[in-house]
């Protein structure tokens, strides 16, 4: 059972421009929300985080906004360079149990 | 956030032999640790978390005989592929977890190649 669902699979935008990538989950129990950056052959590298109880947090380029109702959350990059290039995976976490999204390709072009 | 390492970073091994990973928490004692493994193109999908002395919880699906974990210190858990096949190779990664923030942090990963 895919607990977070994760989109778009991948994602190509030009350099200065918005990336948004969206996912959503069932459990409500869930109370925080991380997002993970990846490049290929390493680690997930946390990249901003959320909890339910705001409904958006920036972090420079980076901006978390989060729907409780609609139990979605939404990650925007904004002003995106090539090097944002990389996977990014969404997870929702509640006590120890992480679940992760299906991971979005991201390609930033010149 | 929590510095952590893993050794080897990759390994070529021959089917059949056994293959130890340590991960290793450099800057925080880690009570619980977590233990993901990752295909191609794939997300992370957990095998098991690993709690300081005690038995690792697995996740379903996953052979705890064939994947052993030790997680004998507050800084170290090792995961052991037993008897290692081609369909184990994958890029396995550890996280620890920081409880309090109920956030973790992850290893650079271990890329395991079977033969």
């Known amino acids: 059972q895919q607990q977070v669902k994760q989109s778009p699979q991948s994602l190509i935008v030009q350099k200065g421009g918005i990336s948004i990538i969206n996912c959503a989950y069932e459990n409500t129990a869930f109370d925080y929300f991380p997002w993970y950056q990846q490049f290929p052959g390493k680690g997930p590298a946390l990249l901003i985080a959320i909890r339910p109880d705001v409904s958006e947090k920036k972090e420079g380029r980076f901006t978390i906004s989060f729907n409780k109702s609609a139990k979605q959350f939404s990650l925007h990059i904004m002003d995106s360079q090539p090097g944002d290039s990389a996977t990014y995976f969404c997870a929702a976490s509640w006590a120890n149990d992480m679940r992760f999204g299906a991971g979005t390709r991201l390609t930033v072009k010149p | 956030g929590a510095v952590v390492s893993q050794h080897p970073s990759r390994v070529i091994c021959k089917s059949g032999t056994s293959v130890k990973i340590e991960c290793r928490s450099l800057?925080?004692?880690?009570?619980?640790m977590f233990w993901y493994r990752q295909f191609p193109k794939q997300s992370l999908m957990l095998m098991a978390t690993?709690?300081?002395?005690?038995?690792?919880?697995?996740e379903q699906g996953v052979e705890k005989d064939k994947f052993l974990i030790n997680h004998a210190s507050l800084t170290l858990s090792t995961l052991t592929v037993t008897s290692a096949h081609p369909e184990d190779s994958s890029f396995y990664i550890c996280?620890?977890?920081?409880?309090?923030?109920?956030?973790?942090?992850f290893g650079p990963g271990t890329r395991l190649t079977v033969l």
């Open positions: 690993s709690n300081e002395g005690s038995k690792a919880t697995y």
């Open positions: 996280s620890v977890l920081l409880a309090h923030l109920n956030e973790q942090f």
């Open positions: 800057d925080f004692q880690a009570t619980t």
